[in-house]
Every structure is written in structure tokens, then in C-alpha cells.
């Protein structure tokens, strides 16, 4: 699999639908300015650990997916959506490769 790129652009567009962290590898090349933006917004590069699964260019979509469907299960009051979103991408995270 090649690189992934993110600019200042992707960090915006995150940061706009609620990403609150972005997993980092050697695979993942990050601009300054993409860099300085996350920080600016409080989005966490996160290291992520050799052999760990890689983001996949479906996976924000899915991560909505899941994120709606666990808010209309369980009612926006009751629903911390950084803590929902960090659940789902930890466990995303440990889905084997594929």
C-alpha cells in the first residue's frame, strides 16, 4: 500500500466532521502546516503502534456509520461524541488488515 497524505485541507475537513484524533505511521505523511492546523484545532497525531492496522480509505465512512447508527440507538443526550469516536476508532484499529 502507498503513502497517505494529509494536508491542511484533510485536517480541516476532519476536524469538520468531528475527528478528534489521526493515527500516524510510517505510511503517513503529514504537511507542517496539516501539522500545525491539527494542533491549532486539537486534533491528536497519534502514533500508532508497528503492525497496527493502517486506516483504510473507507474507514471515516464507516466510523460515521457507526457513530450514527450507536446515536440513533441510543439518543444524542446520552452519547459523548469524543468518546464514542475514539472507542470505534480503537477498534478499528485492531481489525486485522483486509
Request: hydrophobic fraction near 45%.
Amino acid at each position: 500500500m502507498g503513502k497517505v497524505f494529509y494536508t491542511e485541507r484533510d485536517i480541516e475537513d476532519m476536524h469538520a466532521r468531528g475527528v478528534t484524533q489521526l493515527d500516524v505511521n510510517d505510511d503517513v505523511v503529514i504537511t507542517d502546516v496539516a501539522r500545525e492546523k491539527a494542533m491549532k484545532l486539537g486534533i491528536r497525531l497519534q502514533r500508532a503502534q508497528p503492525g497496527a492496522r493502517l486506516p483504510q480509505p473507507n474507514d471515516e465512512a464507516l466510523v460515521q456509520q457507526v457513530k450514527a447508527a450507536v446515536v440513533a440507538r441510543l439518543g444524542d443526550q446520552r452519547v459523548d461524541p469524543a468518546l464514542l469516536d475514539a472507542v470505534i476508532r480503537r477498534v478499528m484499529a485492531a481489525l486485522p488488515p483486509g
